[in-house]
């Protein structure tokens, strides 16, 4: 197990709706990044917080929302969910060593959008 | 930013014969490639890595190759097992930006008995 661990596991939502998903980052890690697994596809990079600072962005529009805590545990927003939104919703956490950092993922959160 | 290809979509093996597969990284200023395992409804997990210094590393039956010259990276599995069976997916990261790893699409190894 990698200690990152992510909640909830699964949820539906309606079209429109607004939603949160939480992780905790592995113990001495500081760094957090989401990423969106739709089925058959490898992860896309959504955002990444380092030390409560957003660090980077992927190419997800601004109702993607995320933050990150001082203990570095994290959420993800989404705003106005569009059925292309299901998927599964992975966190990873790392420890920015500036030596290349090993991403651990969490299980996921499996949204699907009705 | 850096695109990366990953080759084949789906391989099909003997349980005992090896399986490679390849991936190409456009940023020659990448410097880190991990794989990751996925198996059906799970998260990725961490198989092996490579950083830029080195040009091969083994791990038991894994092994990952890196030709920086030509910016491919590939993952050999060798006496394949049906637990192999899996979706693997390879990815290309560097230090200017942030590590943030670059995933392919995914390779889909299906050991046969």
């Known amino acids: 197990e990698t200690g990152v661990t992510q909640s909830p596991t699964h949820l539906i939502k309606t079209r429109g709706q607004q939603v949160t998903l939480r992780c905790s980052s592995q113990s001495g890690h500081n760094t957090v990044s989401w990423y969106q697994q739709a089925l058959g596809q490898g992860p896309q990079f959504i955002f990444q917080y380092y030390r409560e600072e957003e660090n980077g962005r992927g190419n997800f529009p601004p109702r993607f929302s995320g933050l990150q805590f001082p203990n570095y545990s994290s959420e993800l927003n989404v705003n106005a969910l569009e059925l292309d939104d299901s998927a599964l919703y992975l966190c990873a956490s790392s420890l920015d060593t500036g030596l290349g950092n090993t991403i651990y993922f969490g299980e996921g959160s499996w949204l699907t959008v009705v | 930013g850096e695109n990366v290809e990953q080759h084949p979509s789906t391989l099909s093996v003997q349980e005992g014969d090896s399986a490679v597969i390849k991936c190409t990284y456009s940023d020659s200023a990448s410097n880190y490639f991990p794989w990751y395992k996925q198996e059906l409804g799970k998260r990725p997990q961490l198989i092996i890595d490579?950083?830029?210094?080195?040009g091969e590393k083994k791990d038991q039956r894994i092994a990952v190759t890196l030709n920086k010259t030509a910016k491919h990276f590939s993952l050999h599995i060798t006496e394949t097992q049906p637990e192999d069976s899996a979706v693997y997916f390879c990815a290309a990261s560097w230090s200017g930006g942030s590590y943030i790893p670059t995933f392919g699409r995914g390779t889909s190894l299906i050991v046969h008995p």
């Open positions: 490579i950083r830029s210094n080195v």
